[in-house]
């Protein structure tokens, strides 16, 4: 089955500078991976996609970038603010309904002031 | 519109005693997960429905977990007995899953319920 990396575990970034999560992913099969943020207290939400037929997914401040013959994707966050700050879970699974989210173990990022 | 709603939102029990949590979806969607979340880890799903039939329950330890989505539409999760290694967020989240199309189709958490077994 489907197995995803995250890392790092922990980000500390000063505010304004720019934040990488790294993730890797093992079936080759996946074809869609999701990014979510987890404000505490609350559920995961989605914050931005990207399909396997895409190398480079950007939205405003947020970017995802993804290596398909590697099977890396990271997601690029520039010009961090305090609301940046919260848990952020990669994802990888197949583009169908009925596909199964394999979720990786999050990386806790802090925004300095 | 209102998102996914739990309850309750916190829960401390003791060893061995049984324990459920509700969820009600977002109006409309006829797909409902079940996930569970350890500390310092990310959902792991434990049953989806597709409005009242459950379609994949393959991780739900089947022994002490239970779960109804009579109507296909709230739900209810249940363990009996609770373990202390239930102590978790347990997160519901729903979708609108349209058949007969290759899709992916965005999920919607709840805030989840913390489960405390001491």
């Known amino acids: 089955g489907e197995n995803v990396e995250q890392h790092p575990s922990t980000l500390s970034v000063q505010e304004g500078d720019s934040a990488v999560i790294k993730c890797t992913y093992s079936d080759s099969a996946s074809n869609y991976f999701p990014w979510y943020k987890q404000e505490l207290g609350k559920g995961p939400q989605l914050i931005i996609d990207i399909r396997s037929n895409v190398g480079e997914k950007k939205d405003q401040r947020i970017a995802v970038t993804l290596n398909k013959t590697a099977k890396h994707f990271s997601l690029h966050i520039t010009e961090t603010q305090p609301e940046d700050s919260a848990v952020y879970f990669c994802a990888a699974t197949r583009y169908s309904s009925a596909s199964k989210i394999i979720f990786g173990s999050g990386t806790r990022l802090s925004i300095r002031p | 519109e209102a998102g996914v709603v739990q309850s309750p939102r916190y829960k401390i029990i003791e060893k061995k005693q049984p324990v459920a949590f509700w969820c009600n979806p977002i109006s409309g969607h006829n797909t409902l997960y079940w996930y569970l979340q350890n500390l310092g880890q990310g959902p792991e799903l434990l049953i989806r429905?597709?409005?009242?039939?459950?379609?994949?329950d393959s991780q739900l330890p089947k022994d002490r977990f239970s779960a109804e989505r009579l109507k296909g539409v709230d739900s209810t999760l249940k363990i009996q007995p609770a373990e202390l290694g239930d102590s978790a967020v347990y997160l519901c989240?729903?979708?609108?899953?349209?058949?007969?199309?290759?899709?992916?189709?965005?999920?919607?958490f709840g805030p989840g319920t913390r489960l405390t077994v001491l």
């Open positions: 989240a729903s979708s609108l899953s349209r058949s007969g199309r290759s899709s992916y189709n965005e999920q919607f």
């Open positions: 429905y597709e409005n009242e039939e459950a379609v994949d």
